[in-house]
Protein backbone atom coordinates (compact mmCIF):
# COMPACT_ATOMS: atom_id res chain seq x y z
CA UNK A 1 0.00 0.00 0.00
CA UNK A 2 1.59 3.61 -1.16
CA UNK A 3 2.50 5.50 1.76
CA UNK A 4 0.56 9.02 2.46
CA UNK A 5 2.61 11.59 2.14
CA UNK A 6 2.02 15.30 3.04
CA UNK A 7 3.95 18.17 1.37
CA UNK A 8 3.80 21.61 3.31
CA UNK A 9 5.21 24.96 1.28
CA UNK A 10 3.68 22.80 -1.84
CA UNK A 11 3.39 25.73 -4.08
CA UNK A 12 6.77 26.51 -3.50
CA UNK A 13 9.86 25.53 -6.40
CA UNK A 14 10.77 22.83 -4.31
CA UNK A 15 7.12 21.76 -2.70
CA UNK A 16 6.09 21.86 -6.86
CA UNK A 17 9.09 19.86 -8.04
CA UNK A 18 8.20 17.26 -5.16
CA UNK A 19 4.78 16.66 -6.13
CA UNK A 20 5.22 16.18 -9.70
CA UNK A 21 8.25 13.75 -8.82
CA UNK A 22 6.45 11.70 -5.75
CA UNK A 23 3.30 11.43 -7.30
CA UNK A 24 3.65 8.51 -9.44
CA UNK A 25 5.26 6.52 -6.03
CA UNK A 26 3.15 7.57 -3.27
CA UNK A 27 -0.29 9.34 -2.20
CA UNK A 28 0.71 12.89 -1.99
CA UNK A 29 -1.33 15.65 -0.56
CA UNK A 30 0.08 18.90 -1.62
CA UNK A 31 -0.32 21.95 0.47
CA UNK A 32 -0.37 25.42 1.11
CA UNK A 33 -1.09 28.62 3.35
CA UNK A 34 -3.81 29.75 1.07
CA UNK A 35 -4.97 26.92 -0.85
CA UNK A 36 -4.47 27.94 -4.09
CA UNK A 37 -4.18 26.07 -7.17
CA UNK A 38 -5.30 22.73 -6.61
CA UNK A 39 -3.58 22.50 -2.93
CA UNK A 40 -4.98 22.04 0.38
CA UNK A 41 -5.17 24.87 2.44
CA UNK A 42 -2.80 24.30 5.32
CA UNK A 43 -1.25 26.96 7.08
CA UNK A 44 1.54 25.34 9.33
CA UNK A 45 1.53 28.57 11.80
CA UNK A 46 -2.16 27.74 12.33
CA UNK A 47 -2.73 25.36 15.73
CA UNK A 48 -6.23 25.00 14.94
CA UNK A 49 -6.00 24.64 11.23
CA UNK A 50 -3.22 22.25 11.69
CA UNK A 51 -5.03 20.03 14.36
CA UNK A 52 -7.34 19.50 12.60
CA UNK A 53 -6.10 18.66 9.32
CA UNK A 54 -3.03 16.79 10.46
CA UNK A 55 -4.96 14.41 12.33
CA UNK A 56 -7.76 13.75 9.53
CA UNK A 57 -4.55 13.13 7.12
CA UNK A 58 -2.87 10.84 9.19
CA UNK A 59 0.10 11.15 6.85
CA UNK A 60 2.80 8.68 7.18
CA UNK A 61 6.07 11.23 5.58
CA UNK A 62 5.97 14.98 6.08
CA UNK A 63 8.07 16.86 3.54
CA UNK A 64 8.46 20.21 5.31
CA UNK A 65 9.18 22.48 2.51
CA UNK A 66 7.59 25.69 4.30
CA UNK A 67 9.80 28.50 5.55
CA UNK A 68 9.90 32.16 5.43
CA UNK A 69 12.20 32.54 2.89
CA UNK A 70 13.36 36.42 2.61
CA UNK A 71 16.53 36.69 4.85
CA UNK A 72 15.61 40.37 5.16
CA UNK A 73 12.56 40.50 6.39
CA UNK A 74 12.88 38.16 9.11
CA UNK A 75 15.07 41.14 11.14
CA UNK A 76 11.62 43.35 10.42
CA UNK A 77 8.98 40.48 10.81
CA UNK A 78 10.21 38.57 13.46
CA UNK A 79 6.89 37.40 14.75
CA UNK A 80 5.91 36.06 11.81
CA UNK A 81 9.14 34.74 10.29
CA UNK A 82 8.59 32.93 14.38
CA UNK A 83 5.51 31.17 13.57
CA UNK A 84 6.42 30.00 10.11
CA UNK A 85 9.99 28.80 10.75
CA UNK A 86 10.02 27.77 14.51
CA UNK A 87 6.05 27.08 14.81
CA UNK A 88 5.31 25.46 12.24
CA UNK A 89 7.78 22.61 12.67
CA UNK A 90 6.49 22.64 16.44
CA UNK A 91 3.05 21.99 14.95
CA UNK A 92 3.92 19.39 12.73
CA UNK A 93 5.53 17.47 15.47
CA UNK A 94 2.91 17.49 17.48
CA UNK A 95 0.05 17.06 15.51
CA UNK A 96 1.01 14.42 13.52
CA UNK A 97 1.52 10.61 14.48
CA UNK A 98 4.04 9.23 16.53
CA UNK A 99 5.02 6.76 13.45
CA UNK A 100 5.17 9.82 10.95
CA UNK A 101 8.51 10.44 9.55
CA UNK A 102 9.45 14.19 9.22
CA UNK A 103 11.77 14.89 6.06
CA UNK A 104 12.97 18.89 7.10
CA UNK A 105 14.75 21.43 4.31
CA UNK A 106 17.07 23.65 6.53
CA UNK A 107 19.78 25.97 5.66
CA UNK A 108 23.53 26.84 5.12
CA UNK A 109 22.89 30.00 7.05
CA UNK A 110 22.50 28.27 10.68
CA UNK A 111 26.41 28.62 9.99
CA UNK A 112 28.39 31.66 10.67
CA UNK A 113 30.39 31.59 7.21
CA UNK A 114 33.61 31.90 9.19
CA UNK A 115 35.42 28.45 7.59
CA UNK A 116 33.48 27.07 4.92
CA UNK A 117 33.39 23.04 4.16
CA UNK A 118 31.44 22.72 6.87
CA UNK A 119 30.03 18.89 8.09
CA UNK A 120 26.53 17.78 9.43
CA UNK A 121 28.43 17.52 12.56
CA UNK A 122 30.08 21.29 12.83
CA UNK A 123 28.79 23.56 15.42
CA UNK A 124 26.44 26.03 14.17
CA UNK A 125 26.46 29.89 15.19
CA UNK A 126 24.31 31.73 13.12
CA UNK A 127 24.70 35.19 12.07
CA UNK A 128 21.11 36.46 11.38
CA UNK A 129 17.29 36.24 12.72
CA UNK A 130 16.81 33.64 9.64
CA UNK A 131 19.76 31.41 10.70
CA UNK A 132 18.71 31.22 14.32
CA UNK A 133 15.03 30.36 13.68
CA UNK A 134 16.46 27.46 11.07
CA UNK A 135 18.63 26.14 14.09
CA UNK A 136 16.07 26.32 16.40
CA UNK A 137 13.50 24.19 14.18
CA UNK A 138 15.93 21.63 14.19
CA UNK A 139 17.02 21.41 17.43
CA UNK A 140 13.21 20.72 17.69
CA UNK A 141 12.94 17.87 15.32
CA UNK A 142 15.96 16.73 16.74
CA UNK A 143 14.51 15.95 20.25
CA UNK A 144 11.42 14.67 18.98
CA UNK A 145 12.17 11.49 19.61
CA UNK A 146 10.91 10.97 15.73
CA UNK A 147 11.94 9.36 12.45
CA UNK A 148 13.51 12.20 10.49
CA UNK A 149 15.96 13.77 7.67
CA UNK A 150 17.48 17.18 7.81
CA UNK A 151 18.61 18.36 4.71
CA UNK A 152 20.71 21.43 5.06
CA UNK A 153 20.82 22.79 1.49
CA UNK A 154 22.28 26.45 0.03
CA UNK A 155 20.90 28.54 -2.88
CA UNK A 156 18.15 26.64 -3.77
CA UNK A 157 17.09 27.32 -7.48
CA UNK A 158 15.14 25.80 -10.13
CA UNK A 159 13.24 26.79 -13.14
CA UNK A 160 10.57 28.51 -11.46
CA UNK A 161 11.39 32.23 -12.65
CA UNK A 162 8.26 33.14 -10.39
CA UNK A 163 9.27 32.02 -7.36
CA UNK A 164 10.95 35.06 -5.44
CA UNK A 165 13.58 32.93 -3.69
CA UNK A 166 14.91 31.42 -6.66
CA UNK A 167 18.31 33.42 -7.32
CA UNK A 168 18.22 31.51 -10.68
CA UNK A 169 15.16 34.13 -11.74
CA UNK A 170 15.86 36.66 -10.34
CA UNK A 171 19.39 36.54 -12.78
CA UNK A 172 17.79 35.39 -15.79
CA UNK A 173 14.50 38.06 -15.70
CA UNK A 174 16.99 40.60 -15.41
CA UNK A 175 19.18 39.73 -17.62
CA UNK A 176 16.73 38.58 -20.39
CA UNK A 177 14.81 42.68 -19.30
CA UNK A 178 18.53 44.22 -19.92
CA UNK A 179 18.58 45.27 -16.19
CA UNK A 180 21.99 45.99 -14.83
CA UNK A 181 22.44 43.75 -11.69
CA UNK A 182 24.67 44.07 -8.61
CA UNK A 183 25.54 40.98 -7.50
CA UNK A 184 27.91 39.94 -4.25
CA UNK A 185 30.98 38.68 -5.09
CA UNK A 186 32.11 37.71 -1.71
CA UNK A 187 29.33 35.54 -0.57
CA UNK A 188 30.36 31.86 -1.60
CA UNK A 189 28.11 28.43 -1.20
CA UNK A 190 27.45 25.46 -3.23
CA UNK A 191 23.95 26.31 -4.69
CA UNK A 192 21.10 23.33 -4.64
CA UNK A 193 19.05 22.69 -7.76
CA UNK A 194 15.79 21.59 -6.80
CA UNK A 195 16.11 18.98 -9.49
CA UNK A 196 18.87 17.82 -7.11
CA UNK A 197 16.47 17.86 -3.21
CA UNK A 198 14.06 15.93 -5.26
CA UNK A 199 16.18 13.17 -6.11
CA UNK A 200 17.80 12.73 -2.85
CA UNK A 201 14.18 12.81 -1.25
CA UNK A 202 13.07 9.95 -3.47
CA UNK A 203 16.36 8.30 -2.22
CA UNK A 204 16.03 8.21 1.12
CA UNK A 205 12.13 8.13 1.39
CA UNK A 206 12.22 4.28 1.01
CA UNK A 207 15.55 3.61 2.92
CA UNK A 208 14.43 5.05 5.84
CA UNK A 209 17.94 7.35 6.36
CA UNK A 210 17.54 9.40 9.66
CA UNK A 211 20.05 12.29 10.88
CA UNK A 212 21.31 15.42 8.74
CA UNK A 213 22.58 15.54 5.88
CA UNK A 214 24.18 18.57 3.60
CA UNK A 215 23.39 18.68 0.21
CA UNK A 216 24.46 20.81 -2.89
CA UNK A 217 27.24 20.55 -5.97
CA UNK A 218 30.15 19.86 -5.33
CA UNK A 219 31.45 22.96 -6.32
CA UNK A 220 31.46 26.38 -4.88
CA UNK A 221 30.77 29.98 -6.24
CA UNK A 222 30.24 33.18 -5.20
CA UNK A 223 26.99 35.21 -6.26
CA UNK A 224 28.54 36.75 -8.93
CA UNK A 225 29.83 33.99 -10.16
CA UNK A 226 26.69 32.16 -10.28
CA UNK A 227 25.27 35.19 -11.93
CA UNK A 228 27.67 34.78 -14.42
CA UNK A 229 27.31 30.80 -15.23
CA UNK A 230 23.79 31.77 -15.99
CA UNK A 231 24.90 34.93 -18.29
CA UNK A 232 27.11 32.66 -20.24
CA UNK A 233 24.69 29.74 -20.80
CA UNK A 234 21.98 32.10 -22.05
CA UNK A 235 23.15 34.30 -24.17
CA UNK A 236 22.77 37.28 -22.07
CA UNK A 237 25.01 40.81 -21.87
CA UNK A 238 27.56 40.28 -19.11
CA UNK A 239 28.19 43.61 -18.81
CA UNK A 240 24.65 44.01 -17.02
CA UNK A 241 26.64 42.19 -14.14
CA UNK A 242 28.25 44.55 -12.14
CA UNK A 243 30.32 42.98 -8.86
CA UNK A 244 29.96 44.21 -5.09
CA UNK A 245 30.85 43.31 -1.67
CA UNK A 246 28.37 42.83 0.89
CA UNK A 247 28.80 45.90 2.97
CA UNK A 248 28.35 47.86 -0.04
CA UNK A 249 24.39 46.76 -0.36
CA UNK A 250 23.50 47.96 3.33
CA UNK A 251 21.00 44.74 3.66
CA UNK A 252 19.38 44.78 6.68
CA UNK A 253 20.27 40.62 7.83
CA UNK A 254 24.04 40.08 8.27
CA UNK A 255 25.15 37.36 5.66
CA UNK A 256 27.82 34.59 6.52
CA UNK A 257 30.88 35.14 3.86
CA UNK A 258 31.70 31.53 3.32
CA UNK A 259 28.95 28.69 4.03
CA UNK A 260 29.92 25.74 1.32
CA UNK A 261 28.47 22.70 2.69
CA UNK A 262 31.20 19.35 2.43
CA UNK A 263 29.06 16.44 1.11
CA UNK A 264 30.63 13.81 1.73
CA UNK A 265 28.49 11.84 3.93
CA UNK A 266 25.45 11.60 1.09
CA UNK A 267 28.78 10.20 -1.51
CA UNK A 268 29.96 7.81 1.13
CA UNK A 269 26.52 6.68 2.73
CA UNK A 270 23.83 6.74 -0.56
CA UNK A 271 24.02 6.22 -3.75
CA UNK A 272 23.26 9.64 -6.30
CA UNK A 273 24.67 11.39 -8.83
CA UNK A 274 25.72 14.93 -8.41
CA UNK A 275 26.49 16.87 -11.46
CA UNK A 276 28.13 20.53 -12.10
CA UNK A 277 26.36 23.86 -12.35
CA UNK A 278 26.53 24.31 -16.05
CA UNK A 279 24.95 21.01 -16.40
CA UNK A 280 21.84 22.01 -13.94
CA UNK A 281 22.11 25.52 -15.39
CA UNK A 282 21.75 23.82 -19.54
CA UNK A 283 19.09 21.48 -18.41
CA UNK A 284 17.03 24.86 -17.38
CA UNK A 285 17.15 25.57 -21.03
CA UNK A 286 14.26 22.83 -21.88
CA UNK A 287 11.89 23.41 -18.98
CA UNK A 288 11.62 27.18 -18.43
CA UNK A 289 8.89 28.60 -16.74
CA UNK A 290 8.22 32.51 -17.95
Not at 3 to 18: A, C, D, E, H, R
Not at 131 to 140: H, I, Q, V
Not at 180 to 205: A, G, Y
Amino acid sequence: MSKNVLITGGLGQLGSKLYCDLSSSYNVINSSRNGQSNTLKLDVADSNNMSKTIRKLSPDIILNCSSFNNVDNCEIEKDSARSVIVGGIRNLIKFSKKKCRIIHISSDYIFDGTKGDYLENDAPSPLNYYGRLKLEAENLLRSSNRDYAIIRCSTIFSHDLKCKSNFFGWVYNSLKAKKNINVVKDQISCPTPVELISKFINIIMPLNSNGIFNLGIAESYSRFDFAMKICKAFDFDEKLIHPVRTKDLSQKAIRPKNTTLNIAKINTELDIDIYSLSYYIDKLKDVIIE
